[in-house]
Each structure stands twice: as structure tokens, then as C-alpha cells.
């Protein structure tokens, strides 16, 4: 499974900011996703390791996590993110 990390274009940043926002301090947990999930890093720093890998995650970037991945995310700075399940 492919976690897809990118910069996004204007259109997909005023989309996500019509998202709700979730935020974490500095963490480490476990996580499943039952759905694909789209979101885009407000502040913050992640590391999210998985089967395939790891993928660090900062500020500014769209992540598209896809739905059945098992995964740990490590917030090295505290973090808060617009997120969309589908």
C-alpha cells in the first residue's frame, strides 16, 4: 500500500480548507484506516511508519493515506491537519 505525498494546487487547498481540522501534540499511536483518507498538514511535522516504509510528512503537504493500511504515526511537532475520510 501507497501513502501519496504531495504539494497541492490551489483548487486542492481552498477543497481542504472547507475540511474539519484535527490537531495532536507530540505522540506516537498506532492506526488502521477502514477508509481512504485525504488530508493536508496545516502545521506540524509526522512520521509515519508502515509495512512498506516510512514517510515524513511537514507543513504544506496532501497525504493520501489508502483504506486498509496499518501504520504507526510519531508526531515529532505538535500537528494539526484539514482531513476528509471517504
Known sequence: ?????KKPNEQEIAEMQKKPVWGSDDSE???YYDS???CLLIEGEVEV????????I???DLVIFPKGLSCVWKVTKPVS???EFK
Do not use: L, P, S
Not at 500500500?1 to 505525498?5: D, F, H, L, P, T
Open 1 to 5: 500500500m501507497q501513502i501519496i505525498v
Open 29 to 31: 499511536f498506532d492506526w
Open 36 to 38: 481512504e483518507e485525504t
Open 49 to 56: 511508519r508502515h509495512t512498506g516504509g516510512k514517510v515524513n
Open 58 to 60: 511537514t507543513a504544506g
Open 81 to 83: 491537519k484539514y482531513y
